[in-house]
Nanobody, 124 residues
Framework: QVQLVESGGRLVQAGGSLRLSCAASGRTFSSYAMGWFRQAPGKERESVAAISWGGGRTNYAESVKGRFTIFRDNAKNTVYLQMNSLKPEDTAVYYC?????????????????WGQGTQVTVSS
């Protein structure tokens, strides 16, 4: 079992950058694909980015391609989401999730473990 804790969310101005972190407990982190998802007020949760268990495969939602980067450090049991050129529409609660032996899918239903989320607010 994996427990996930997100951090790094805060208020930032449009055009700015932010790095989110998701720290995982447990010794099997390296066998989990990790994903980032977000939920804006009044909207359904949507996928943002995902990375395979080994880190060799990444996937991004069209809305964040070229602006966001997902990467992981298995030695630190942590996955990151580097967000650049932030827009007000990126405002949401960001969640990380883990899928055992996953390949980095953007399909939410594949993920078994979820963090509590971290709030990102982008002001215009």
């Amino acid at each position: 079992q994996v427990q996930l804790v997100e951090s790094g969310g805060r208020l930032v101005q449009a055009g700015g950058s932010l790095r989110l972190s998701c720290a995982a407990s447990g010794r099997t982190f390296s066998s989990y694909a990790m994903g980032w998802f977000r939920q804006a007020p009044g909207k359904e949760r949507e996928s943002v980015a995902a990375i395979s268990w080994g880190g060799g495969r990444t996937n991004y939602a069209e809305s964040v391609k070229g602006r966001f980067t997902i990467f992981r450090d298995n030695a630190k049991n942590t996955v990151y989401l580097q967000m650049n050129s932030l827009k007000p529409e990126d405002t949401a609660v960001y969640y990380c999730a883990g899928e055992r032996n996953g390949l980095g899918s953007l399909e939410e239903r594949r993920y078994d473990y979820w963090g509590q989320g971290t709030q990102v607010t982008v002001s215009s």
